[in-house]
């Protein structure tokens, strides 16, 4: 989601211009880089916690030319998410797990042993795809 679609569809709930939701989007988001500039630290309940750590110099290595490579330390922002939205992701998992579940019985059910996005893609010859979409084939 962009911010643009946040925009959108907070202006839509709140019967809000465009215009005017778009800089109290802004606004909010500018106040939190603020805050971390300034503090290091912002706790928004029930969201999470954006915070501001030190991430130490390290060697690396340069992945086109096997060289070693000196990675001075530099400043990151964190984020972990409160218990509200853990919770609601959680659900989405379990959610995704029982869809999962029913694909599979009803697989069964029917006499087809592969669920439709593992089929091997028929006449094509194409080799089945991996049901997650994370991760990679392994062709």
């Given at each position: 989601?962009?911010?643009?679609?946040i925009?959108?569809?907070?202006?839509?709930?709140?019967?809000?211009?465009?215009?005017?939701?778009?800089?109290?989007?802004?606004?909010?988001?500018?106040?939190?880089?603020?805050?971390?500039?300034?503090?290091?630290?912002?706790?928004?309940r029930?969201?999470?916690?954006?915070?501001?750590?030190?991430?130490?110099?390290?060697?690396?290595?340069?992945?086109?030319?096997?060289?070693?490579?000196?990675v001075?330390?530099?400043?990151?922002?964190?984020?972990?998410?409160?218990?509200?939205?853990?919770?609601?992701?959680?659900?989405?998992?379990?959610?995704?797990?029982?869809?999962?579940?029913e694909?599979?019985?009803?697989?069964?059910?029917?006499?087809?042993?592969?669920?439709?996005?593992t089929?091997?893609g028929?006449?094509?010859?194409?080799?089945?795809?991996?049901?997650?979409?994370?991760?990679?084939?392994?062709w």
């Amino acid at each position: 989601m962009t911010k643009k679609e946040i925009v959108k569809t907070i202006s839509d709930q709140i019967g809000m211009t465009q215009l005017r939701t778009k800089e109290i989007v802004q606004k909010t988001f500018d106040a939190i880089v603020e805050t971390l500039v300034e503090e290091g630290r912002i706790e928004l309940r029930n969201f999470g916690v954006f915070e501001v750590k030190r991430r130490a110099a390290r060697k690396a290595r340069n992945p086109r030319t096997g060289d070693k490579v000196n990675v001075p330390e530099k400043f990151v922002v964190t984020f972990k998410p409160g218990k509200e939205m853990e919770k609601r992701v959680r659900e989405l998992e379990l959610a995704e797990a029982r869809r999962l579940a029913e694909e599979a019985q009803a697989s069964q059910n029917s006499g087809n042993p592969l669920p439709p996005e593992t089929s091997t893609g028929g006449e094509q010859g194409l080799e089945s795809r991996p049901s997650d979409p994370y991760q990679p084939p392994s062709w």
